[in-house]
C-alpha cells in the first residue's frame, strides 16, 4: 500500500501538473477514439502499449478478453460496449489476446476448475467454441504452440460474438465502424493484427487492406505465427486492418453448431 501512495503522490506532483490542461479538458467529457478490449492481466496495459494519452481509449478488461454473445450473460461487457459504440461513437474496435494467458491455460484444462474456481469454470463457458475448435482441429499441437493458437483463435471468437451486439451490426452493416483482433506478446512487445486476408496474425500496418466481401475469421488452415517480429510501440497504429465484411455479416462460413451458439448464446 505504501508504494501506491507514494505512486499517488508522485501522480499528483509530477504527471497532472504537467497535463493540467489535459484534465481540465477530459473533465467537461470523453471522447476516445477506439474501444479496446483485452484480459484483466496486470502485464497487460493498453494505453502503455499503444502510446496513447489519458482519454483515448475506452477499456474493457476481464479474464480472457471475452465478449460473451448478445443475451448471455448480463455482465458489464455489453454495456460497455453498447455505451462506446452509441453514446461515445467509437468507430474502432480492437480485441487484443495476449501470450502465456492464464485465462486461456484454463480453458484448455476447464473441468479442473469447477471445484476449485466455479466462477472462471463458468465465465470460462463463453469460450466454449474456442475450445472446442481447438479439440476438434489442432489435436496436434501441444505446449506453447497449442497455447498461442488457442490465445489466437480465442481472440477471432470474441470477434464473431461481437458482431451479435445490434449497434455493432448495425454500424458494420452501414461501414462505419472497424473491428480488429491483435495478438500481444509480452516477453518481446510484438504485436500482430489479424489478417483476414491471409488469414495469419501479421505486423499491423498503417493503412487499410482492401477486403474481400465475404472472409472467414475462422480460416480452416492453420494461423501461421510470427513471432519473431518485434514492433516498436511508437509504429503501433490503432487505424490497422479493418476486419469488417462489407454487409456486416460473416456466419455462413461457420459450422451449424458454432453459428447457433453464437445466437443462443454459451449458457441456456
Not at 471445484?115 to 472462471?120: G, I, S
Not at 501441444?142 to 455493432?168: A, D, F, K, S
Not at 458454432?258 to 441456456?268: A, P
Amino acid at each position: 500500500m505504501k508504494k501506491i501512495i507514494d505512486g499517488l503522490h508522485k501522480f499528483q506532483t509530477g504527471y497532472f501538473r504537467t497535463h493540467k490542461q489535459l484534465f481540465e479538458e477530459l473533465a467537461q467529457g470523453q471522447h476516445p477514439r477506439v474501444l479496446f478490449i483485452t484480459c484483466s492481466d496486470s502485464r497487460i496495459d493498453p494505453n502503455l502499449i499503444t502510446q496513447l494519452e489519458v482519454g483515448e481509449l475506452f477499456v474493457i478488461r476481464n479474464a480472457g478478453n471475452i465478449i460473451p454473445p448478445y443475451g448471455a450473460a448480463n455482465g458489464g461487457e455489453g454495456a460497455s460496449i453498447e455505451y462506446a459504440i452509441q453514446a461515445l461513437d467509437i468507430q474502432q474496435v480492437i480485441v487484443c489476446g495476449h501470450s502465456h494467458c492464464g485465462a486461456m491455460k484454463g480453458l484448455l484444462k476447464i473441468e479442473a476448475l469447477e471445484e476449485k474456481m466455479p466462477l472462471v469454470y463458468k465465465w470460462l463457458q463463453h469460450a466454449e467454441a474456442t475450445r472446442r475448435l481447438i479439440k476438434d482441429n489442432y489435436q496436434d499441437l501441444e505446449g506453447e504452440e497449442l497455447l498461442n493458437t488457442t490465445i489466437e483463435q480465442n481472440v477471432l471468437t470474441q470477434l464473431e460474438n461481437i458482431q451479435t451486439y445490434p449497434v455493432v451490426h448495425s454500424r458494420l452493416h452501414k461501414g462505419n465502424l472497424s473491428i480488429h483482433g491483435w495478438f500481444y506478446e509480452l516477453e518481446t512487445g510484438t504485436v500482430l493484427a489479424y489478417d483476414p486476408v491471409s488469414h495469419e496474425f501479421v505486423p499491423p500496418h498503417s493503412h487499410i487492406i482492401p477486403l474481400e466481401a465475404e472472409y472467414s475469421l475462422h480460416p480452416s488452415c492453420p494461423i501461421s505465427k510470427h513471432y519473431n517480429y518485434v514492433i516498436p510501440t511508437e509504429t503501433i497504429e490503432v487505424e490497422s486492418i479493418d476486419i469488417t465484411t462489407s454487409n456486416g455479416h460473416g456466419y455462413s462460413h461457420l459450422p451449424l453448431e458454432q453459428t447457433e451458439r453464437i445466437y443462443r448464446g454459451t449458457l441456456s
